[in-house]
């Protein structure tokens, strides 16, 4: 019996340049003053992203829902989100949905309930693979990633602005590293064994 994790793919989620972040800012309309934070997955309450509200004015939010269930969003929490002025919410389609993790600076991932996520969050992955700092819960397998470069656990949501804050002044982000043994082309590696 051969445990596989979780995989992502490393040759299509990578780092960018800063120029390549710049533009990618741009195309999706964001402004280049504020640092972009992220989060991609379902629109509902379980999944805790209301804590998006509490994040500081000095941020820009992307939210990017999933068109698999966007019949099934929480349409108040929706308006909720809308209604704050640094909110974006991208519910469509995106064909290269590595661009978004590569204009954003930094990834939050909010959900503590277990049943809401899978529990090694594909876009936690995907966001590590860009090298992002991932600021995080202790959900699931989350917790094998605590005291690993970039990745900052939180327990409790009322000092997420100065944990944010800390992780976008680090210089030396090296997420990737922590998730290229989840790299796809190694569990083929492992299973050819």
């Excluded at 989350?142 to 005291?147: A, D, I, Q």
């Amino acid at each position: 019996v051969v445990h596989i994790k979780t995989g992502v793919d490393t040759e299509r989620f990578i780092p960018v340049s800063t120029e390549k972040t710049k533009e990618l800012k741009t195309k999706y309309g964001f402004s280049l003053d504020k640092p972009v934070v992220l989060h991609v997955g379902h629109l509902n309450e379980g999944r805790n992203i209301d804590k998006l509200l509490n994040i500081s004015e000095d941020y820009q939010i992307l939210l990017v829902t999933s068109t698999l269930t966007k019949n099934e969003q929480n349409a108040d929490l929706k308006n909720r989100l809308q209604s704050k002025s640094n909110i974006k919410i991208i519910d469509d389609y995106i064909p290269h949905i590595e661009e978004i993790y590569q204009l954003a600076d930094i990834y939050f991932f909010p959900v503590l309930e277990s049943g809401h996520c899978i529990d090694i969050p594909l876009s936690c992955l995907e966001a590590a693979a860009c090298n992002l700092p991932v600021v995080t819960t202790n959900y699931g397998a989350m917790k094998e990633f605590k005291g690993k470069n970039s990745f900052y656990h939180i327990n409790s949501f009322e000092n997420i602005n100065e944990i944010i804050e800390n992780a976008l002044s680090i210089n030396d982000i090296s997420s990737r590293k922590s998730v290229l043994e989840y790299d796809w082309n190694n569990a083929i590696e492992v299973l050819s064994r």
